[in-house]
């Protein structure tokens, strides 16, 4: 088991982890991602700190990536090193210097499964150091960026008793837990104590949280499904073969949503750096339009989705910006005016019983025949006499809608369609349907489409076999400068980004 089992998060399935920790392999059908460009974004940043010498001077063995770099990954990589040394400067007093082999922590539980006793191994993973006589131990731990909140205790704890315990070298008498930011070498201390201290914090927080990870029957289906070697088996991610159109599979499975198609779409590079989660500009990701959009919805899900059933009013608190957002006055008052709009297409008016709702449901489909893992995320799926219905809400600022084809515009709407056509929601399926809300600020607007009209299934299935057809064969992710570097969120990352364009 690694210890980042015991972070949570929408790419983690609980199930996978449970059964990958007792060691079970899929007798048919296990996968392996064969992908030509790297893929883990921290591999390079951990190889090339690998590369550096080691304390003394003598050089290590070279671990470089073994696959070929993206552009945009190599930049950030060079970033990322920065960052390290910026973060930890070289200081002779200190004497800590990286490990050779990271420490594991071993424990034998008697008689279980097998003859005398199952063996458990917890790893870390991160930059391991040590002091000279190996009295301190510390393990960094890269991230992004450091998030609001620092990570669960029990993944801390975990890692606290491999620091503690693990082997090789002697046991310390004092161990550190660090989590730095690659992006702009923040830190932060998230454990420092004794090895008793450490001891304590697992017995505290990391031991119960250790036997519910290793009993978790929760699957949770996800991106991750396209990497899992349990995907052919699982119990719960449900096959859709051909629900993309697209007759042969592509050299490896791949995971795809509609988000990920339209970055596609614009330039093949900003996906590639988007999938690598590479670091994205803040003036662009939280643009006062693109936090008010989202604050709209934020605040629509706890409405809709909390306690019984009941449609929303032209009543809107003055204060309705739910907390974690922040928006300038003019936002928050044109968000104000969008919510009054709604109040008049609210779908909780149809809405008879709590069970009937689902908030921002995730969909998770498995094409086998294109060994693609569709990932939708309807911003409301709710059940009107029996058959499902897909909203999807839009704000937008202007009152002038657009000539595009709806369908182009929001390929979400088209996926929707071909999902409902293929009766996959279940319910009754002659009366199931799509609705497309607008929040404009002269009111609101409702489209309504049906997925069982042949000539919108087929527009349908061409608007998403356009999205996904290239995408599927593309290996390099070349960008494509356009207009749309201007507003590039990963622009900072890129050798075709405006910023670089014109140093050059
Ligand atoms: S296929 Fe998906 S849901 Fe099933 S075990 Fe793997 S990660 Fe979990
Ligand atoms: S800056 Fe332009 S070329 Fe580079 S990733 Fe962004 S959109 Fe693509």
């Not at 809608?401 to 002659?430: C, F, I, K, N």
Request: hydrophobic content about 40%; charged content about 25%; glycine content about 8%.
């Amino acid at each position: 088991m690694s210890v980042g089992m015991f972070k949570a998060g929408d790419f983690r399935c609980p199930a996978a982890d449970a059964l990958k920790a007792r060691g079970y392999e899929p007798v048919l059908g296990g996968h392996r991602r064969r992908e030509r460009l790297e893929q883990f974004a921290f591999g390079p940043f951990m190889a090339a700190c690998d590369a550096r010498p080691r304390a003394g001077g003598e050089l290590t063995e070279n671990p470089r990536p073994s696959k070929p770099m993206h552009d945009g990954l190599r930049r950030w990589t060079a970033h990322a090193m920065e960052s390290y040394a910026a973060a930890f400067p070289e200081d002779p007093d200190l004497s800590l210097s990286d490990v050779e082999t990271p420490w594991r922590y071993s424990h034998l539980a008697a008689g279980t499964r097998t003859p005398g006793g199952d063996e458990y191994h917890l790893t870390v993973w991160g930059r391991c150091l040590q002091s000279r006589e190996g009295a301190v131990r510390e393990l960094r731990l890269p991230v992004n960026r450091l998030g609001r909140q620092p990570p669960p205790e029990s993944f801390i704890a975990a890692a606290a008793l491999v620091l503690a315990e693990g082997a090789p070298g002697p046991r310390p008498e004092r161990v550190r837990i660090i989590e730095f930011a690659l992006l702009d070498a923040k830190v932060r201390v998230l454990f420092d104590g004794t090895r008793e201290e450490a001891l304590a914090t697992y017995r505290n927080h990391g031991r119960a949280a250790l036997t519910a990870l290793l009993d978790s029957q929760e699957y949770r289906p996800g991106a991750g499904c396209a990497d899992c070697m349990y995907a052919s088996v699982c119990p719960v991610l449900r096959r859709a073969p051909g629900l993309l159109g697209i007759d042969e599979p592509g050299r490896t499975r791949r995971w795809w949503s509609v988000t990920n198609g339209r970055n596609y779409q614009v330039c093949p590079a900003r996906d590639q750096m988007r999938r690598l989660h590479l670091p994205t500009a803040d003036e662009v990701e939280h643009a006062p339009a693109v936090d008010r959009g989202r604050a709209l919805h934020a605040y629509l899900a706890e409405r809709h989705g909390s306690g019984s059933p009941r449609p929303c009013t032209v009543k809107v608190p003055e204060q309705w910006v739910p907390e974690g957002f922040e928006l300038p006055e003019a936002e928050r008052a044109l968000g104000a005016q969008l919510l009054r709009g709604h109040a008049a297409i609210c779908p909780m008016r149809l809405v008879r019983d709590a069970a009937d709702v689902r908030n921002e449901p995730r969909v998770v489909r498995h094409d086998t025949m294109a060994e693609v893992v569709v990932v939708a995320r309807p911003d409301l799926l709710y059940r009107d006499g029996g058959a499902w219905v897909w909203r999807e809400m839009k704000t937008a600022a202007r009152d002038k809608p657009s000539d595009r084809p709806l369908l182009e515009q929001y390929p979400q709407l088209a996926l929707a369609v071909l999902l409902l056509a293929r009766g996959d929601l279940g319910g009754t399926p002659g009366r199931a349907r799509i609705e497309f809300e607008v929040l404009r600020p002269g009111g609101a607007d409702i489209e309504i489409l049906d997925p069982f009209v042949p000539e919108v299934r087929t527009a349908a299935g061409r608007v998403v076999h356009v999205l996904v057809g290239r995408w599927l064969r593309d290996e390099n992710y070349a960008p494509r400068p356009g207009r749309a570097c201007d507003r590039c969120e990963t622009a900072r990352w890129c050798a075709s980004g405006p910023t670089l364009q014109v140093a050059r």
